[in-house]
């Protein structure tokens, strides 16, 4: 049941870990672009607690789900899932089904009795928003640098799967939960680090990772019951021509465009694919200029606050797979 796990090193000293100043302000992390791809195996959550133990104390270190795309690119590199259409980068990171699971539960309503300090008690009250299969499962209980500065509970818990499970399931299985599931993605940072402190600071937390005893795994739902809905098929396009096409035609732009602007955090990858692997339709048929599609949902992605590099890379990408094609496991993460 041995597992591998990514590590990445940032390059030129970059700081992954936050930075706790005087009145308990937070500096955020630096903006990292290059780093050092480090495979390394695990073979259960004791192994894993091991190594979180050692990366708290490294702020130059973090981790992903995937798995490095190529063996031979690992030193100086960017974090990549698609090619990069500016510098022609190749993708660096693939997905990677794992055993181990990490579930980011940030901002969840912390009961007054429960001091943020009692990591236990506050990890016990993120457990029973989850779903059963972890109620009484093992797990490693790490307290985010925000945690007991901003309000609510913020924890990184570490769990041991029975199956390999891949991201898209991850998020299927775990949708309506508190659990963030852009970490489920094989490029999304995930901290290790505790946050450094600036001088006269001190901790305000005795402990910052517990292990919480219970069961060595947590039993996944079968491959079937996880399994992606079937494509819907899709709606007939008018034909150039027919009374109604251009409206027809403006109207799937627009509405595209204002469904990748309400994206929330999580959820802007997918849907702007989605939009545009739909919109790619309308282009084949002759309905809509490409230029039109990119134009609009360049704009509205940058609205939604995703990099301009990421959202050229998904358009491109859907307009050589449009919505009758199936989509690949793992391409909507």
């Known amino acids: 049941m041995t597992d591998t796990i990514t590590i990445l090193r940032a390059r030129r000293g ?31 959550l004791d192994g894993l607690h091991r190594l979180l133990l050692r990366l708290l104390h490294r702020p130059d270190c973090c981790v992903v789900r995937g798995a490095p795309a190529d063996p031979a690119r690992v030193v100086n590199v960017r974090r990549l899932a698609y090619p990069c259409k500016n510098t022609r980068d190749q993708p660096t990171l693939r997905p990677a089904p794992h055993y181990w699971l990490a579930l980011d539960v940030d ?14 008690a506050c990890a016990t009250v993120a457990v029973q928003r989850l779903p059963g299969a972890f109620h009484g499962a093992r797990c490693i209980a790490q307290a985010s640098a925000s945690h007991g500065i901003k309000p609510g509970i913020r924890l990184r818990l570490w769990y ?47 402990q910052r990772i517990i292990d919480m005893p219970g069961t060595a795994m947590v039993p996944v739902p079968s491959v079937a019951a996880l399994a992606p809905p079937p494509p819907r098929p899709p709606m007939p396009l008018p034909r150039p021509g027919d009374a109604g096409a251009g409206r027809y035609a403006f109207a799937a732009l627009t509405n595209a465009a204002a469904r990748v602007q309400r994206a929330g955090i999580g959820q802007r990858h997918a849907t702007i694919l989605r939009e545009a692997r739909g919109l790619a339709r309308f282009i ?27 959202i050229n890379s998904l358009i491109e990408w859907a307009m050589d797979h449009p919505s009758s094609a199936a989509l690949p496991e793992g391409a909507a993460r």
Not at 17 to 44: C, M, P, Q, W
């Open 284 to 310: 084949n048929a002759g309905l809509l200029a490409q230029s039109a599609v990119t134009d609009m949902l360049r704009g509205a992605g940058a609205n939604a606050g995703k990099p301009e590099d990421e």
């Open 14 to 44: 970059r700081r992954l870990a936050k930075l706790i100043r005087v009145g308990r302000t937070v500096e955020d992390y630096d903006s990292a672009f290059r780093f050092d791809l480090i495979e390394r195996a695990v073979a259960d």
């Open 107 to 120: 901002g969840l309503e912390r009961p007054k009795d429960i001091p943020a300090a009692d990591l236990t």
């Open 160 to 206: 041991w799967l029975d199956r390999l499970t891949s991201g898209g399931e991850l998020t299927r299985w775990l949708r309506g939960t508190p659990a963030d599931p852009s970490v489920f993605r094989a490029v999304q940072l995930i901290y290790t680090a505790a946050p450094r402190f600036a001088p006269g600071v001190s901790d305000h937390l005795p």
